[in-house]
């Protein structure tokens, strides 16, 4: 029984690191964000930076929804109280996510949502305490204190450069926490439909929910012409289809692909390493120097993570 026991173990931690390792590819994805935004910013404002790659998302994910189908061709289609919880995680979920993120750093500083984008995990962990009855031990409340620390270390330029307290920030500010709720929301909330749907399922309905949700903003409150595409350079262009392609696309399939199996709360410790691969992509990619305070904080954000990829057991 022992030896079963034990391959059990090996088994599931071998899983679990595959896991991690999708969250790690997704938290990549996610740390160039900014510098795409950044690139669009020149034509788009806020409003379409988010919402026009995320269109082009939905429509390229439809063809996998299609073929999950052709595949189950008994299940039935999702009825009014389906399409409900969906509206409820795109438009609670990702619109306020999306938008109140990129609308936020617009108005605001980027040293400001650097450090605000660090309540995420820890919001998440208490929406799936309440939400999920996910247990918050002690080895996860003690890897999110390592990683909010390491963070921390990795972000002392930003807390130095922060203007918290300055009230031309504050809707800003107020703009970033509400994204940072709603991508808290989204994540715990999905995590509870796992169980009746698949995760590719939830991911384009919910999609297509934001969109509808969202055209109302691209008609009166920040109208847009499609001229406007004909000033893009290549730049531009490959922003836009990073986006489009990886971040709102082949991101989240990593990311809901390692939730179906590990608890939100465990799953929400990776997103620490959206900063330390920051900090590393400045370094390969724009020749920025390392410090000794970034190369501290890494370390400390890393060793949370292996923390509860070993000894988190309750998976």
């Not at 390229?60 to 999702?78: A, I, Q």
């Not at 609308?103 to 605000?116: C, D, E, Q």
């Not at 990619?285 to 060793?303: C, F, I, P, Q, Y």
Request: charged share 15%; proline share 3%.
């Amino acid at each position: 029984m022992d030896a079963v026991e034990t391959a059990h173990r090996s088994t599931q931690r071998r899983k679990t690191i595959w896991y991690f390792f999708l969250l790690s590819l997704a938290c990549l994805i996610w740390s160039a964000q900014g510098t795409a935004i950044k690139f669009l910013d020149r034509q788009l404002g806020p409003v379409a930076i988010t919402f026009l790659p995320f269109y082009v998302t939905t429509l390229l994910m439809v063809p996998l929804l299609l073929r999950e189908r052709r595949r189950n061709p008994d299940k039935p289609s999702p009825g009014w109280r389906d399409w409900g919880k969906f509206a409820v995680a795109g438009v609670g979920g990702q619109v306020l996510a999306q938008l109140g993120m990129t609308w936020g750093i617009s108005k605001s500083l980027a040293s400001n949502g650097a450090i605000l984008n660090l309540m995420i995990p820890v919001l998440t962990a208490v929406l799936a305490t309440f939400m999920l009855r996910e247990r918050i031990t002690l080895l996860r409340v003690g890897s999110l204190v390592l990683g909010l620390l390491g963070v921390f270390f990795l972000s002392s330029e930003d807390l130095r450069q922060s203007s918290f307290g300055e009230m031309r920030y504050l809707l800003g500010n107020g703009l970033i926490l509400c994204g940072c709720l709603g991508s808290s929301f989204y994540n715990v909330y999905c995590k509870g439909l796992m169980s009746r749907y698949q995760e590719i399922e939830i991911l384009i309905f919910s999609y297509i929910t934001a969109s509808v949700a969202s055209i109302p903003l691209l008609l009166w409150v920040e109208p847009f012409h499609w001229q406007v595409l004909t000033t893009f350079d290549w730049k531009s262009w490959a922003a836009f289809a990073f986006l489009a392609l990886l971040m709102y696309g082949a991101s989240m399939l990593l990311f809901f692909s390692a939730l179906q199996h590990l608890d939100v709360t465990v799953a929400s410790t990776s997103l620490y390493l959206v900063p330390v691969f920051g900090v590393i992509l400045a370094a390969a990619v724009l020749g920025e120097r390392l410090s000794a305070m970034a190369v501290l904080g890494s370390a400390v954000v890393l060793a949370g993570t292996i923390l509860i990829v070993k000894y988190d057991t309750s998976y």
